[in-house]
């Protein structure tokens, strides 16, 4: 069955670090998307990428689908206080949804 | 608010009661998405609707996991015979129509969820 692995499950980095998170399927995706979660609340939707090799930019975010869309990545910029919370991908199958384990963001002051 | 909404917020059982939850979606979302998810891991899927149509359950899910949505807008998910592992929050989510192939797909909007605690 369709797996999703992400790495790293976590991360510390000072304010002002940069981060990134790697999302790794074991079949080709329909399509990829990215969520956040801060603690204590529900996953929030950051993004989708449909296209082999596609790159999108949210402000300091940049999210990329791998040409064989069977992996991704989402990197931030300069990291800030309120860029904490758990990030995961899900991958969309056909009538399949499948999350990553998440990676858990700790940024230091 | 117009968000997805969830009830009950929490609920304590004792092993071997049935339970269930129910999910408001947004209204003019025709998908539904029930997840759960346990500390420190990422929603794990348990099934879907497009209207009142179950389109897709995963095979994690015991025969005493069922879901309904049988007008098409609010669903409900029921444990039966609970057990210990079932302790869990219980997502909802439902996303907007695509227009397009049942391979296509839109944001998922999550609810707050359901806290299940099995004693």
């Known amino acids: 069955g369709q797996q999703v692995m992400q790495i790293p499950q976590y991360q510390h980095v000072q304010e002002g670090e940069d981060f990134t998170t790697y999302c790794n399927s074991s079949t080709t995706l329909s399509n990829i998307q990215w969520y956040k979660q801060r603690p204590g609340g529900h996953p929030v939707f950051l993004i989708q990428l449909v296209k082999s090799g596609e790159v999108k930019k949210q402000k300091r975010l940049t999210f990329q689908f791998g040409e064989a869309k069977k992996n991704s990545s989402l990197h931030i910029t300069a990291t800030q206080t309120t860029d904490v919370g758990t990030y995961f991908c899900?991958?969309?199958?056909?009538?399949?949804?499948?999350f990553g384990i998440g990676t858990k963001l700790q940024v230091i002051p | 608010d117009t968000g997805v909404s969830q009830d009950p917020r929490h609920k304590i059982t004792k092993r071997g009661q049935n339970v269930t939850f129910r999910c408001d979606p947004i209204s003019e979302h025709n998908r539904l998405y029930w997840y759960r998810q346990t500390l420190g891991q990422g929603p794990e899927f348990l099934t879907y609707?497009?209207?009142?149509?179950?389109?897709?359950k995963s095979r994690l899910l015991s025969d005493r996991f069922s879901a309904e949505r049988p007008k098409g807008s609010f669903s409900t998910l029921e444990i039966q015979r609970t057990e210990q592992g079932d302790s869990a929050m219980y997502l909802c989510?439902?996303?907007?129509?695509?227009?397009?192939?049942?391979?296509?797909?839109?944001?998922?909007?999550f609810g707050p969820g359901t806290r299940l605690t099995v004693l």
């Open positions: 609707f497009q209207n009142e149509a179950q389109l897709e």
């Open positions: 989510a439902s996303s907007s129509p695509t227009g397009l192939l049942l391979g296509s797909y839109n944001e998922q909007f």
């Open positions: 899900a991958g969309l199958g056909y009538q399949k949804v499948t």
